[in-house]
């Protein structure tokens, strides 16, 4: 419906005015958020004042937490920061990955917050600056939204030449059911003024970061014309439970369809802001020529057959999964070998902003090593390249995954079919011998040979000689 043209939309009105006049618009957005501040004040009568947690925030033992992660099966980086992807076999088929088996990405120590003291501020240009409580979050209307998060990094073992970071595989991602309040439901609470451009997240983690003088915390920035869109929550539930302590307790950002650093975890405060971020995490790191990493590459992974696994020839079911951040996944397309590409079956629940499972059946023949590979293709007409965009930083490389397995072949030529082109079959060498074992050998060896001479020569003399004489010489 276009509207009429006696009545404009009038200047910050939304994108679906339709003609009615701007003292409506402006009278239900006031009842909306005087609504909403009577039920935060019935939640928080007595609300007491509790400033942004102290410079000397107390940390969860990082010895604990990388126990805690290697139990639940993660392959650990590093641990402290504690660092970790999920293995991608424990991702097959999963609607959602249990919070223990989700990835971790850290840039400091996880903090260990108490969130009866614990307070989202929200300021800066603000009309209506506010300091929430956990209790006063939770009562204003919940949503869930099933959202898939990948590090910016993921993938970056596989750049030639290498770059410096966290040299993670594929597994640095992971789809888990958020549960929260919408962002712009809370800033809508705020009244940001007219000269707010950016919102920029802080969390209570911190620590020295190279390049900057004293403490830096974890802060990243979002443009305030894209929170609308975008479907931003303030998260406080991970799969139907509290949010884990090193996925961000008790508050976090989940940002659908952005890599996860825009995610901020521990959030502690909320700044609307004139002017660009220029905070170390959005342009010292987390860029690609200048430019902050933003939607997720689309991308496909393969969780079955494991790579270097060793399959029977005959039927086979390649399984795994797929995502995107800018449209949804239209198609997942699979080569075997040297054939061409076959078009995977996509399976699963679809959600606008989490993964979707796929699989294709298909047959092996044998012996021998085969590359498979899978591509995914997004509605915005994007797929995978062959070979990955390299860049310094070594973020969103989203290179065709690929595995080998070998089909039919003994353990001898899974030997041998691992030797580069060329190389010869390794020479079996002796046991090292000390000089007097040497030595006791050789006497040995001796008087072994000097027992066998007198043995032949005693049944030489021992035979008997012919009777009669001599036979004639011819």
């Not at 290697?70 to 919070?99: F, K, R, W, Y």
Request: hydrophobic share 40%.
């Amino acid at each position: 419906m276009i509207p009429a043209s006696h009545t404009p939309r009038p200047a910050g009105s939304p994108a679906y005015y339709l003609g009615r006049p701007a003292a409506r618009w402006i009278a239900a957005t006031r009842r909306r958020r005087t609504a909403a501040r009577h039920r935060l004040a019935a939640v928080a009568p007595a609300r007491q004042q509790v400033g942004l947690p102290a410079p000397g925030v107390p940390v969860v033992d990082p010895d604990k937490a990388c126990q805690q992660a290697i139990g639940a099966g993660l392959v650990v980086h590093q641990a402290d920061p504690l660092n970790a992807e999920t293995p991608l076999p424990l991702l097959a088929g999963a609607a959602v990955v249990p919070s223990d088996r989700f990835y971790v990405r850290n840039h400091f120590g996880i903090p260990d917050l108490d969130a009866a003291t614990w307070r989202l501020e929200i300021n800066g240009l603000a009309g209506w600056p506010l300091s929430l409580s956990l209790a006063e979050l939770r009562a204003m209307s919940s949503w869930t939204a099933v959202v898939t998060l990948e590090c910016a990094g993921n993938g970056r073992s596989g750049l030639e030449p290498s770059v410096p970071g966290e040299q993670w595989g594929l597994g640095a991602v992971g789809t888990a059911a958020w549960t929260g309040v919408l962002l712009t439901d809370v800033l809508d609470l705020a009244a940001p003024l007219p000269g707010a451009l950016e919102v920029v997240f802080r969390g209570a983690d911190s620590g020295r970061a190279e390049g900057r003088d004293g403490l830096v915390h974890f802060e990243r920035s979002l443009p305030l014309r894209y929170l609308g869109s975008v479907g931003a929550l303030l998260a406080y539930s991970m799969n139907d439970q509290p949010l884990p302590k090193r996925h961000g307790y008790p508050l976090r950002l989940i940002v659908p369809g952005w890599y996860g650093v825009a995610s901020v975890k521990w959030l502690t405060g909320i700044e609307l802001t004139g002017r660009p971020f220029d905070g170390h995490f959005q342009v010292d790191r987390y860029h690609i020529g200048g430019q902050p990493v933003t939607l997720q590459a689309v991308r496909s992974v393969i969780t079955e057959p494991r790579s270097g696994g060793n399959l029977e020839p005959g039927d086979v079911t390649v399984r795994g999964m797929a995502w995107s951040g800018a449209a949804p996944i239209t198609g997942v397309e699979v080569s075997i070998g040297d054939q061409a590409w076959q078009a995977a079956t996509v399976t699963g629940a679809q959600h606008p902003h989490g993964w979707q499972s796929w699989q294709l059946r298909t047959r092996l023949a044998g012996p021998g090593r085969v590359i498979v590979r899978a591509r995914a293709i997004d509605a915005a007409g994007r797929t995978q390249p062959s070979q990955p965009a390299w860049n310094p930083l070594g973020y969103a490389a989203n290179t065709v995954h690929q595995v080998m397995v070998s089909v039919g072949s003994s353990t001898a030529e899974l030997r041998a079919s691992t030797r580069t082109p060329g190389e010869q079959t390794p020479v079996r060498r002796r046991r090292h011998r000390t000089p007097h074992s040497l030595e006791q050998t050789g006497s040995a060896r001796g008087s072994q040979g000097k027992r066998a001479s007198a043995d032949s020569r005693a049944r030489r003399t021992s035979r008997p000689r012919p009777s009669g004489p001599p036979p004639a010489e011819r």
